[in-house]
């Protein structure tokens, strides 16, 4: 049976704190109150805009944790990067959205 390794309480912490940085230094008008900006996608990068609260979701957080390896914090596209297919994503937040 194997391990799934979901992102320690420090690593999450960490990344919220720059989550919650970004979201305030890059908050734009077409992105609503309780919601982020995101860009998704191996190689060219798409721009998604979704409620914060897909941030506390144990799927997301996995995302995430790959970002963090991947980026290390540092979003070569001002914000939250997330390198997956487009098409996975569309489809997590669609499973996010029913939940």
């Known amino acids: 049976m194997g391990n799934i390794r979901l992102p320690s309480l420090i690593s999450n912490r960490k990344c919220f704190r720059k989550l919650d940085s970004l979201s305030k230094r ?4 077409d992105v609503p109150k309780g919601h982020l900006a995101v860009y998704v996608g191996e190689m060219q990068k798409t ?4 409620p ?3 941030l ?3 799927l997301f957080q996995v995302l995430l944790h790959h970002s963090e390896e991947q980026y290390e914090f540092e979003y ?3 914000g939250l990067t997330i390198s997956c297919k487009e098409d996975e994503f569309v489809k997590l ?3 996010l959205k029913a939940s």
């Open 47 to 50: 721009r998604f805009v979704i």
């Open 52 to 54: 914060i609260s897909y």
């Open 93 to 95: 937040t669609i499973l």
């Open 56 to 58: 506390y979701q144990p």
């Open 26 to 29: 890059n908050h734009q008008m």
């Open 76 to 78: 070569p596209m001002g």
